[in-house]
């Protein structure tokens, strides 16, 4: 499983950024996909994931800010991040699971929250 993402950038408090992430390779066998994000001297966290049946977790801080969602056609997630606050700055990873232990990462997208 190879994954792609893309979509981080700048943006002022307030705003808004969708985040990518195209899965190719054995996608057949990804249970669920998800984001990560690592901000500068913290552990890794878990943004939020979807199942391949369409449940999802988001992390607390990020409920009803973010939104994450997936085209099966395009084999693609994304992550809708409004509301945007300087602490939401970090590097965000697409991650996908496969049973029974695997875990799959994408290379990370800077996300800046800044004025």
């Known amino acids: 499983v190879q994954l792609q993402a893309s979509g981080g950038g700048l943006v002022q408090p307030g705003g808004s950024l969708r985040l990518s992430c195209a899965a190719s390779?054995?996608?057949?066998?990804?249970?669920?996909m998800g984001w990560y994000r690592q901000a500068p001297g913290k552990q890794r966290e878990l943004v939020t994931s979807i199942t391949s049946g369409g449940v999802t977790n988001y992390a607390d801080s990020m409920k009803g800010r973010f939104t994450i969602s997936r085209d099966n056609a395009k084999n693609t997630v994304y992550l809708q991040m409004n509301s945007l606050k300087p602490e939401d700055t970090a590097v965000y990873y697409c991650n996908a699971q496969v049973p029974p232990h695997m875990a799959y990462w994408g290379h990370g997208t800077l996300v800046t929250v800044s004025s």
């Open positions: 390779g054995s996608i057949f066998s990804i249970n669920a």
